[in-house]
């Protein structure tokens, strides 16, 4: 097979009209050649970091829109159903994403659970972290959320650290807002990324003790405009990444459209190209080829340099995506799950409270982080209910995995005016996480999600639109086109209840990640990230 096309040769710095020979998957030449073809071609695209579960999408459906947007791989954190099922989750999105193209390459998670104040479905501890590191199909050690862990010489996570270093594999990092001597520290450990800087500053420290940081643009945390500037000085250990990015999100664009915009930001073509192409695949010895002779013929062809509309995608020397077509084919899998709770009454959800001033969590858009506020309480009847008025609403974090009392705090910046959204896309542990206008409507939502033994759900009175994510809770059967459409309905009714949050599904997601600051609400209660302990919800 030979392919013509203006060769973009990024290391080098030069683009020439040539030709590209493949045989048996891989390239066997590359030659300058004269010719009329104006179409570009470049190495793949690769997404630095990313959770497939949180596209709720499986693997193999997650494969067929990303090729369209010249994804040929990824770096893929299998913690959000390791949480749920533990090491065999693990397996599941390994032995799934085998049956398509796609380069996935998965982590051992390092984190299962994230915290010892939530409830997960499983532990993965250090001899765990062992048996999955020796797999061939593990290629480095998932983010290290746990920093205070590192900070504090935590034994068990010292020995996960250590086992990757043992096989040689990367170590990713996780570590929002960590400067001076504690990211020192952190760094000495071995950690050598971190997708979590949210400002400059932060991100031009961590890169000058020698962290490679990768930009987030995700469908909730978009930390694309803090950070291009560095690019242009720090190119060479700079990536993209999206961390988590839902079906409706990746049907628009993927790596493809960070690069458009670093362009029309006036970077340098080569430079914004080795950050989506070629720094991946050395930093985590991904077996991807870029574009040169005995590489796996893993390439794409692109109309231009500016907007990077992509015309077709080879992996391995097979097309496959071609003008808007995939041709990653379906593939048959289980569906997983561990959901073992009965529906809830609207009681579980009452809060009986004479305090005048609580706690409240400030949902931030585009941001992971919240802040703490204090504000006067609702006090209706002797019970604290969602101040609708004042945009403080009612929310709750009901445990999966077993029956116990729903945790209550109270959230600013959702914005509803009637109804609930829930969702049991909860990071880490993936409870049901709900906010809404009155107990009632709370308790229905909960309910309709635990019907559908896990997803995503806004219902208003008897009316409600749902998405079941039969996989794990987290991941839907259906396509991404599918899968798609429905979130986008539901979105859609969200904000049709008053919701002002560009991604108010995917902000929900992230108020029970207790590892990134500042307040947050576990099945077990409100916690303060920034103290790594609960507080309480009332002040007085």
Known sequence: ?????????????????????????????????????????????????IHIESSMLVPSEFAKIAVLHGTVAT???????????????????????????????????????????ESAGAIIDSEGIKELLTSPDIHYLAEMMNYPGVLFDDAEVLKKIDWAKKYNKVVDGHAPGLRGKDLKKYIAAGISTDHEC?????????????????????????????????????????????????????IIGHINSLCARAISKGNDVFKVLQAACINPVHHYKMNVGLLNENDAADFIVIEDL???????TYINGELVAENGNSFVE????????????TVKEISDFELPSSATKIRVIEALE???????????????????????????????????YENTKPAIAFI?????????????????????????TSDEEICNAVNLIIKNTGGI??????????????????????????????????DATAKALGSGLKAPFMTLSFMALLVIPNLKLSDKGLFSGNTFSFVNLEIE
């Open 366 to 400: 585009g941001q992971l982080i919240t802040r703490e506020l204090q504000h006067e309480a609702l006090n209706v009847n002797g019970k604290i209910i969602s101040d609708v008025a004042n945009d403080v609403l009612k929310m709750a974090v009901v445990n999966r």
């Open 330 to 341: 379906h593939v048959n899998f289980e569906t997983p799950n561990n959901f073992n709770i």
């Open 412 to 436: 600013k910046n959702f914005g509803l005016k009637k109804g609930a959204i829930a969702s049991s896309v909860g990071h880490d542990s993936h409870n049901i996480i709900v906010v809404g």
């Open 198 to 250: 949210f400002t400059y500053e932060e991100a031009k420290e961590k890169l000058s003790l020698g962290m490679k940081v990768i930009i987030r643009e995700g469908s909730a945390a978009k930390n694309f405009e803090a950070l291009i500037d560095l690019l242009s000085d720090n190119y060479e250990n700079m990536m993209f990444c999206s961390d988590d990015k839902h079906p409706d999100d990746l």
């Open 1 to 49: 097979m030979q392919i013509q096309g203006q060769i973009v040769d990024i290391m080098n710095r030069r683009i020439y009209s040539g030709e590209i020979t493949v045989e048996n998957g891989k390239i066997t030449s590359i030659i300058e050649k004269r010719h009329e073809v104006k179409n570009y071609i470049i190495p793949g695209f690769i997404d630095a970091h």
């Open 75 to 117: 770096i893929s954190d299998p913690h959000e159903i390791a949480n749920v099922l533990g090491k065999e989750g693990v397996y599941f999105m390994i032995e799934n994403s085998k049956q398509v193209p796609l380069k996935f390459h998965f982590g051992a998670p390092s984190c299962v659970p994230a915290t010892s104040f």
């Open 457 to 490: 759900c806004a219902v208003n009175g008897i009316d409600y639109k749902s998405l079941a994510l039969p996989v794990a809770g987290i991941m839907s059967y259906k396509s991404a086109w599918e899968t798609g459409k429905l979130y986008e309905e539901i």
């Open 306 to 312: 500016v907007d990077f509309k992509v015309l077709q």
